[in-house]
């Protein structure tokens, strides 16, 4: 008997055990190969991103052979009696896309700089877009996001409604494979459907139907884009928590403050009262923002 020849694929969702697999012939709904479940698992063997080699089955389905090894993921940290447990939320992304409000919410910078901290750790690009510029306006939207770009984030500043930035989005989202996270109400189903009509909305739906309740079946999917690439809707990015991540080490995550760590007058140093510390010296000097400093005390200090 033949063996049928396998074929690369990509997940671009999984649920309950099942995933959609993409391939040159068409989508394919597949489980996971026995012998891939065999062993200790210490995380998700097959995730959304994942490239995989697959076969098909005489019913239509297919059987996922074999995952590639990660070139990034961006994973949740799962805490478990028998050891820490890495759940992907999304394999192989090519940059994070972190949507805020300039108004309405209000920007909860913080929040930006906690995901801006989960990025660096998970060693994936970033990109800001500060939406609803209409509101406040564009000389106050750089006041609130105009430093970001001197750290290395580049920030896109857009209104669905006017279409700021929808086209300098999509280029950037064109080709790649993208998270998008940022709070409820910013307004990306809107910048979505502006760069991609009914784009947002299925989005949206799947984001609000893995929100609805604790036991509803978690959903994740990578959303196709016209002109190439993916986007994923990461909604779990908010709960992830730094619990593994030791005070001294958002030193290395914050690329402002990292090289000057170095000078300061203690290896030690917490960077709040020492004397001769090097950071303190830089947010008097304007070199750090010191709204950047105020986020790396408190997230040092385990703040929100």
């Not at 993208?178 to 989005?203: D, E, I, R, T, Y």
Request: a neutral charge; aromatic letters at 6%.
């Amino acid at each position: 008997m033949l063996q049928t020849p396998s074929e690369p694929g990509l997940i671009l969702r999984a649920q309950s055990g099942f995933f959609t697999v993409e391939t040159a012939h068409g989508s394919l709904t597949c489980r996971l190969r026995g012998r891939l479940k065999q062993g200790p698992r210490t995380g998700d063997i097959a995730a959304v991103g994942d490239r995989v080699q697959v076969t098909r089955q005489p019913d239509g389905t297919g059987t996922i052979e074999s995952v590639e090894a990660r070139a990034r993921a961006l994973v949740r940290l799962d805490p478990r009696p028998q050891g820490v447990y890495q759940q992907v939320l999304l394999a192989n992304p090519d940059q994070a896309v972190f949507v805020f409000a300039c108004a309405q919410p209000r920007p909860h910078l913080r929040m930006l700089d906690r995901f801006l901290v989960i990025a660096e750790k998970q060693g994936i690009p970033a990109l800001i877009v500060a939406n609803k510029v209409d509101l406040v306006g564009q000389a106050e939207a750089e006041r609130l996001f105009g430093f970001y770009p001197s750290i290395g984030y580049p920030v896109i500043y857009a209104c669905a409604k006017s279409g700021q930035g929808v086209e300098e989005l999509r280029e950037r989202l064109t080709g790649k494979i993208s998270a998008l996270a940022g709070p409820s109400g910013v307004g990306k189903s809107s910048l979505l459907n502006a760069m991609q009509p009914g784009l947002g909305l299925a989005v949206r739906e799947v984001s609000e139907a893995v929100r609805k309740g604790r036991h509803t079946t978690t959903v994740r999917q990578l959303f196709p884009l016209a002109g190439g690439g993916y986007v994923a809707d990461t909604p779990g990015l908010r709960s992830l928590a730094l619990w593994d991540t030791e005070p001294e080490e958002l030193d290395g995550y914050f690329p402002e403050i990292a090289p000057l760590v170095a000078a300061c007058q203690f290896s030690d140093c917490t960077h709040r009262i020492e004397p001769g510390c090097a950071v303190r010296a830089a947010v008097e000097s304007g070199q750090v923002h010191p709204q950047r400093y105020e986020s790396y005390l408190r997230l040092r200090a385990g703040e929100e």
